[in-house]
């Protein structure tokens, strides 16, 4: 199906294997992704960290099917925004894609901020702004060069971080065997019936479901993809489920080690563990691995995603022309890219103290987003996590939509023409 029956004509360069978008997928979600936020599902869930994830992997996977349906019968760049555009209404369309720039506009400054955390104990006298800016700085650099480059760079660094999680399971599980921790993997992680509650594992779900956010991002690769209109949905479902197992492996294996630890912090909470399997040694490099794969890797995907929501948006003149322009030697939407970079660095800034906040609030966008997508199982799933949300994080949400709701009301009521900025 060629993207020419829906109006538009190809403009990004169409370079990505199915195998890409798996890999894409799985950098963008981050096999170690629980490493950065392990503390703060441990406390919400009171222990039971795999059980959450395993209700967020359910949610996730329904919303995954519901991708991989609508990504085979419109197979443009848009994502969500598109599909809630051409499957409800315009308005549900841009309501579902102003959501989720909520998420994918923040999530970039939630992972340098993250990487920043990691960065600490290593190098406490360089503050977190010098960070963001290298971050920031190289991840544009890269995504404005093109997604053939981006693809390659993302293959050395999944095998990256998958070798550095087989290191850790290897010596977690040596350590357990020794009587480190609970002795022994046991089932305590999966289900404590003195601390269990939905309304528990709905909160920790809610954050831990932040580690998911990205398989939806393989959809907007979708006018760079060339293996045909399936590739899309097939590498969506595949990526959300091998990510999945390993976060529930990992988090099993990290609670069990935590038996009887008070962490220091719930923000080093993961480094704390590996620390006590095997030595500073290991804490080292988890720290290095998480920065590498927290501020380049998945930060990387992040932007690239975002910038094609931008770029989507703004080729229906719903957010300024200006973002739908594309770089005619590199066929990238390259003011998208550097507006995400802006953002980012504006966003990092503000919530430099306050990341759990920032956490809520990408997964309140993501969610609402994901709500408008399908009607499903995995949307009670979803909305029971959105009601049992902290109130900041729905306060912030909530204050988003109102903004869209005003913004779109000057645009259809009050502009009544397509939004375009002439330069």
């Known amino acids: 199906m060629s993207i020419e029956e829906f109006g538009y004509k190809d403009q990004l360069h169409r370079a990505l294997t199915t195998k890409d978008l798996v890999i894409y997928g799985m950098i963008f979600m981050v096999p170690i992704a629980p490493y950065s936020v392990f503390g703060f599902v441990y406390n919400d869930a009171k222990g039971m960290v795999p059980l959450a994830y395993l209700v967020g992997l359910v949610g996730m996977f329904f919303t995954a099917m519901s991708y991989a349906s609508m990504s085979r019968a419109f197979p443009l760049a848009g994502s969500v925004y598109t599909y809630a555009q051409r ?5 549900a369309g841009f309501f579902s894609g102003w959501l989720i720039l909520l998420d994918y506009i923040l999530i970039p400054s939630l992972l340098y901020l993250l990487s920043a955390v990691a960065l600490r104990p290593i190098l406490p006298s360089v503050p977190a ?3 963001l800016v290298v971050f920031i700085s190289f991840n544009a650099a890269a995504n404005l060069i093109g997604i053939q480059f981006t693809a390659r760079l993302n293959r050395y660094l999944l095998v990256m ?4 999680l087989a290191l850790f399971v290897v010596v977690g599980l040596l350590a357990l065997h020794a009587g480190q921790g609970a002795g022994s993997l046991t089932l305590k992680p999966i289900y404590d019936p003195h601390v269990f509650s939905f309304a528990t594992v709905a909160g920790a779900t809610s954050i831990a479901v ?7 991002g393989v959809s907007t690769l979708a006018e760079e993809s060339r293996s045909g209109k399936n590739a899309v949905g097939r590498a969506t479902v595949l990526a959300l489920v091998l990510v999945g197992a390993l976060f529930m492996l990992q988090t099993w294996i990290a609670t069990d080690l935590s038996a009887g630890m008070h962490f220091s912090s719930a923000e080093t909470a993961f480094y704390e563990i590996t620390e006590r399997a095997g030595g500073a040694w290991l ?3 988890t720290i290095i691995a998480v920065v590498i794969a927290t501020a380049i890797a998945n930060a990387m995907a ?5 910038s094609r929501i931008l770029f989507a948006m703004a080729r229906d ?5 200006i973002l739908a322009k594309v770089h005619p030697r590199f066929k990238t939407p390259y003011i998208s890219t550097m507006a995400v970079a802006g953002i980012s660095l504006a966003a990092g800034l503000l919530f430099a103290e306050r990341i ?3 956490a809520r609030v990408v997964n309140f966008g993501a969610l609402t987003g994901f709500v408008l997508l399908h009607l499903s199982v995995g949307m009670l799933i979803i909305v029971y996590v959105l009601y049992e949300m902290d109130r900041a994080a729905k306060i912030l949400g909530l204050g988003w939509i109102v903004i869209g709701a005003f913004y779109y009301l000057v645009l259809t009521l009050l502009i009544k023409k397509p939004v375009a900025l002439k330069i």
């Open 87 to 91: 499957g409800l209404h315009e308005a």
């Open 129 to 131: 702004w010098i960070w």
């Open 161 to 164: 971080e998958l070798l550095v």
């Open 210 to 216: 932040l580690s998911f956010l990205g398989f939806d």
């Open 283 to 285: 804490r080292l490099i």
């Open 302 to 306: 992040a932007q690239a995603a975002v």
């Open 317 to 321: 003149s719903k957010l300024p022309a």
């Open 356 to 358: 759990d906040d920032l």
